[in-house]
């Protein structure tokens, strides 16, 4: 078997269900990229996350679709409702990094919860 380099692009061909690919279609059209750009950041992202940037997509993605079908004269309350969720989220990120603070000096459980080193330093989420 040939080796390749670790930065070579290499095709994959997968099966998945028609209804993902349509997701994942429609995700590429919003996000302004192309499919295989869209597979390739969730697959990298998916490798790579830490509980800050789960909590952080979580809540972005919980606000689009809660505000996106919410009426007009409902706003107030649902803005208050998406303020006290990203409160809760704080205070559980906050108490689940309390709890593991006898273990962060290791760099996998810092990562765990954090994210990667360069991640953090080029602005990423975490």
Do not use: C
């Amino acid at each position: 078997m040939l080796r390749r380099k670790l930065g070579t692009t290499v095709q994959v061909n997968l099966r998945i269900t028609e209804k993902l690919r349509r997701e994942l279609e429609a995700a590429a059209k919003q996000h302004g990229v192309t499919f295989s750009l869209e597979v390739r950041s969730r697959l990298i992202g998916s490798l790579n996350q830490s509980l800050a940037s789960y909590l952080a997509d979580f809540a972005r993605r919980a606000r689009e679709i809660i505000e996106h079908s919410t009426r007009k004269e409902d706003i107030e309350a649902t803005w208050r409702r998406l303020r006290a969720l990203d409160a809760k989220s704080a205070r559980f990120y906050a108490d689940v990094e309390e709890e593991l603070l006898p273990y962060l000096q290791d760099p996998k459980v810092r990562e765990l919860l954090r994210g990667a080193q360069q991640e953090r330093e080029k602005g990423g989420k975490a």
